[in-house]
């Protein structure tokens, strides 16, 4: 009995030397999994065992990830930050993890998320930057997660999002995009068609809810006829000429205020406005066929008058025919009676 807690204490004490847990840390070499949350740590354990494949660093107090921050598991698969107050990420914060799978970002306070980020992680399916104050996405950040097949976007500070990234993921199934500042717009149009077609091809998301304009606050984007949107105006040449940098153009002219409120009104024209809504088809129907009845009977009235007055009028001239032939024949024969009368 005593030989066999022996060999179990050694079997242990082996473990946790090939293994070097961290000293805050919970390792369970079984599972290939280190649990290192509510630590209180500041930064990334450096002692990490490099079996590690599920890495557990949530509510902690990091504040940055240097380059290369996880070059010691290389074979991790799972990486929670959850819950801590990373606020910038190094470009290279990531390399080296290409078994990366799983990578949750969220309860941060990050305000982008660079492409480059994910260069490192061809493998990545699951993202999640919920809860930071990220307030843009670029379009090129579909090109390093064209894997992704769940992508997690709450609360955040989007007001717009680019159907092109969205496209550049042809493997997103599952898309969480509530609690943000959506600006429902004319250049919100795209991202509505993309999750019409999205939610047809059996992808699952959450809602879409307009903080802006007013017309449509509180309003879910995908219940909102897209016939409603204005077309959005093309860039004015002013605008362009005004984009242009100091000193390339030598010409340009600082635009008037008379023109920067030409500007304004230009996006103001961008804005949502609601068309009055279109006829019922089935009002319209029913005016036709009445009019249409309306006519007929009026023509037939004037068919039927016609009639009554050709007939009306043929037998008068009938009646009245007879007696006036029988008037002028008397004065006929009394005109002859004359003539015979006369010396020949």
Same mark, same amino acid.
């Given at each position: 009995?005593?030989?066999?807690?022996?060999?179990?204490?050694?079997?242990?004490?082996?473990?946790?030397?090939?293994?070097?847990?961290?000293?805050?840390?919970?390792?369970?070499?079984?599972?290939?999994?280190?649990?290192?949350?509510?630590?209180?740590?500041?930064?990334?354990?450096?002692?990490?065992? =490099? $079996?590690?494949? @599920? &890495?557990? %660093?949530?509510? #902690?107090?990091?504040?940055? +990830?240097?380059?290369? !921050? *996880?070059?010691?598991? =290389? $074979?991790?698969? @799972? &990486?929670? %930050?959850?819950? #801590?107050?990373?606020?910038? +990420?190094?470009?290279? !914060? *990531?390399?080296?993890?290409?078994?990366?799978?799983? &990578?949750? %970002?969220t309860q941060n306070s990050l305000r982008s998320?660079?492409?480059?980020? *994910?260069?490192?992680?061809?493998?990545?399916?699951? &993202?999640?930057?919920?809860?930071?104050?990220?307030?843009?996405?670029?379009?090129?950040?579909?090109?390093?997660?064209?894997?992704?097949?769940?992508?997690?976007?709450?609360?955040?500070?989007?007001?717009?999002?680019?159907?092109?990234?969205?496209?550049?993921?042809?493997?997103?199934?599952?898309?969480?995009?509530?609690?943000?500042?959506?600006?429902?717009?004319?250049?919100?149009?795209?991202?509505?068609?993309?999750?019409?077609?999205?939610?047809?091809?059996?992808?699952?998301?959450?809602?879409?809810?307009?903080?802006?304009?007013?017309?449509?606050?509180?309003?879910?984007?995908?219940?909102?006829?897209?016939?409603?949107?204005?077309?959005?105006?093309?860039?004015?040449?002013?605008?362009?000429?005004?984009?242009?940098?100091?000193?390339?153009?030598?010409?340009?002219?600082?635009?008037?205020?008379?023109?920067?409120?030409?500007?304004?009104?230009?996006?103001?024209?961008?804005?949502?406005?609601?068309?009055?809504?279109?006829?019922?088809?089935?009002?319209?129907?029913?005016?036709?066929?009445?009019?249409?009845?309306?006519?007929?009977?009026?023509?037939?009235?004037?068919?039927?008058?016609?009639?009554?007055?050709?007939?009306?009028?043929?037998?008068?001239?009938?009646?009245?025919?007879?007696?006036?032939?029988?008037?002028?024949?008397?004065?006929?024969?009394?005109?002859?009676?004359?003539?015979?009368?006369?010396?020949?």
């Open positions: 009995m005593k030989g066999d807690l022996l060999l179990l204490s050694s079997v242990v004490l082996l473990l946790r030397v090939v293994w070097g847990c961290p000293e805050k840390c919970q390792c369970h070499p079984a599972s290939g999994s280190v649990d290192c949350g509510q630590r209180g740590l500041a930064e990334i354990p450096p002692d990490l065992p =490099p $079996q590690t494949r @599920t &890495l557990y %660093l949530q509510d #902690n107090q990091i504040h940055q +990830l240097p380059a290369s !921050a *996880f070059r010691s598991v =290389p $074979q991790l698969t @799972t &990486l929670n %930050l959850g819950n #801590n107050s990373l606020s910038t +990420l190094a470009p290279g !914060a *990531f390399h080296g993890l290409q078994h990366l799978q799983v &990578l949750n %970002l998320v660079e492409s480059r980020l *994910f260069r490192s992680l061809p493998r990545l399916r699951e &993202l999640d930057v919920s809860a930071n104050n990220i307030g843009h996405l670029a379009a090129s950040l579909g090109e390093c997660c064209r894997n992704l097949t769940v992508l997690a976007v709450q609360q955040n500070r989007l007001q717009q999002l680019d159907r092109a990234l969205l496209e550049s993921m042809p493997s997103v199934k599952f898309l969480f995009l509530k609690n943000n500042l959506w600006k429902c717009n004319c250049h919100l149009v795209g991202l509505k068609l993309w999750l019409e077609k999205f939610i047809y091809k059996g992808g699952v998301m959450d809602s879409v809810i307009c903080v802006s304009p007013d017309t449509w606050k509180g309003k879910d984007l995908l219940k909102i006829p897209h016939e409603l949107y204005q077309p959005c105006p093309s860039p004015s040449p002013d605008l362009e000429s005004s984009q242009v940098p100091l000193g390339s153009a030598p010409w340009a002219v600082p635009r008037s205020p008379e023109s920067h409120s030409a500007g304004e009104q230009e996006h103001s024209e961008c804005e949502l406005k609601p068309k009055p809504r279109p006829a019922n088809l089935r009002h319209a129907l029913v005016t036709v066929i009445i009019g249409g009845v309306a006519c007929g009977i009026l023509c037939l009235l004037m068919l039927v008058a016609t009639i009554y007055g050709c007939t009306y009028a043929a037998i008068t001239a009938r009646y009245h025919g007879a007696p006036l032939a029988q008037t002028t024949e008397p004065k006929k024969t009394e005109g002859k009676e004359l003539l015979d009368s006369s010396p020949a």
